[in-house]
T-cell receptor
Framework: GAGVSQSPSNKVTEKGKDVELRCDPI?????LYWYRQSLGQGLEFLIY????????KSGLPSDRFSAERTGGSVSTLTIQRTQQEDSAVYLC?????????????FGPGTRLTVL | AQKITQTQPGMFVQEKEAVTLDCTYD???????LFWYKQPSSGEMIFLIY??????QNATEGRYSLNFQKARKSANLVISASQLGDSAMYFC?????????????FGQGTELSVKP
């Protein structure tokens, strides 16, 4: 079956612009996660969705970052007024549930470059 | 404090030999899960193996095994009979039971290079 997909695969933007990153999880997966991978910070958790609600937003670095999920499926991560330090690979993952034993399946990521 | 520590930024191994990638973790939870992921140069994160904190046996998946030493809080990955395709970054990760949704906490990674 289809895995987790993300779009775009690459995004180059200018400082100060807004960007939207999209994630399509595996069908039937109720849990969805966003992570960020950057050279200086490694892999960091951003936000977790269970269905359409986000019980854990603790990793969002500032109020410029927001995310939503609709229909228990597609999720969009929005970064407003992008800064150069937002440059990173943004990874989305999904799992059957939010239990500690549920494996997370990752998408290919969106590489964001802020000039 | 680092929750997941991978002390080997880079490792080399000869093809067909075994290699151990180190991982130590820190948690006060009794229930947690430990994961290893492989990230080739293409960038995708590939799940390799899982160990639950209550599992008494070490996890194995094909050529991968996890050497789980709970008292020492270590969860080392052992790759047997290394292949050239094993060259990649390897990340150890933990999900703590108290965290609703079980977000993954990652180590800094170990870059493995397999030499022919």
């Amino acid at each position: 079956g289809a895995g987790v997909s993300q779009s775009p695969s690459n995004k180059v933007t200018e400082k100060g612009k807004d960007v939207e990153l999209r994630c399509d999880p595996i069908s039937g997966h109720t849990a969805l996660y966003w992570y960020r991978q950057s050279l200086g910070q490694g892999l960091e958790f951003l936000i977790y969705f269970q269905g359409n609600s986000a019980p854990d937003k603790s990793g969002l670095p500032s109020d410029r970052f927001s995310a939503e999920r609709t229909g228990g499926s597609v999720s969009t991560l929005t970064i407003q007024r992008t800064q150069q330090e937002d440059s990173a690979v943004y990874l989305c993952a999904s799992s059957l549930g939010g239990s500690s034993y549920n494996e997370q399946f990752f998408g290919p990521g969106t590489r964001l470059t802020v000039l | 404090a680092q929750k997941i520590t991978q002390t080997q930024p880079g490792m080399f191994v000869q093809e067909k030999e075994a290699v151990t990638l180190d991982c130590t973790y820190d948690t006060s939870d009794q229930s947690y899960g430990l994961f290893w992921y492989k990230q080739p140069s293409s960038g995708e994160m590939i799940f390799l193996i899982y160990q639950g904190s209550y599992d008494e046996q070490n996890a194995t998946e094909g050529r991968y095994s996890l050497n789980f030493q709970k008292a020492r809080k270590s969860a080392n990955l052992v790759i047997s009979a290394s292949q050239l395709g094993d060259s990649a970054m390897y990340f150890c990760a933990m999900r703590e039971g108290h965290n609703q949704g079980g977000k993954l906490i990652f180590g800094q990674g170990t870059e493995l290079s397999v030499k022919p």
